[in-house]
């Protein structure tokens, strides 16, 4: 199964470039818990309250409540897997933006293979390591996170970027260790998959991961709505 997730991640990243960008924004953050933290950005000299970067819509987000502390548990639980894991979907989903640019350059297909033998040689020895250490709920994580970010299910990925053999072959491998890498992340008809959104949102806000936004809209409102109605 490791060997899977690193194929998968490798794939994905095979043909792109280094390049990491970032900016600098000027921030304070009082913190009241982990659910409630409100954010204020100072914009010449006025102190602003946001919920969000770059004037997007405010989502105002209570603390969470649990039924039971079993309930709470798995959602601890799901919590740190989903924060392990979250930055490598983020990251495929920038190196293959990165990737299909870099490709509309590079004519010469002797060019393009050198190229990419450099990157995976990278990226092999950067994340390697890294994805042997992800458990079998992790790496269904990924998946279904590989999806949200790129909008393109991990098999897609493989089949795109190997050959569709590969993939189907990659994929009935994995779900002998109950792993499907042709899921699809979806919110609005899957507890687990509105859960790892609520848990997101709540670091994006918390800043303890860096917000990307999702390959397809989720309207975060509409879906707490949702799932209110639903456990009513």
Known sequence: MREILKYIVCSIFIFSSLTISAQEKELFIEKE????????????????????????????????????????????????????VYPYA???????NTMYARLEQIDNKRNRKKYTKRIQKYIEEEFSEKLKKLTRTEGQILVKLIHRQTGITAFELVKDLRTGWRAFWYNATANMFDISIKQEYKPFEVEEDYLIEDILERSFQSSLL???????????????????????
């Open 210 to 232: 860096e917000r990307k936004k999702p390959a397809f809209a989720i309207d975060f409102f509409d879906l707490q709505t949702h799932w209110n109605n639903v456990s009513k």
């Open 90 to 96: 983020k990251l495929a989903a920038e190196r293959l």
């Open 33 to 84: 818990n982990d659910s409630t933290e409100t954010f204020y950005y100072i914009i010449k000299g006025d102190t602003i309250p946001r919920e969000f970067i770059d004037l997007e819509e405010v989502v105002l987000l209570n603390k969470r409540s649990f039924k039971n502390k079993e309930e709470r548990r798995r959602y601890l639980i799901l919590r740190r897997k989903t924060r392990k």
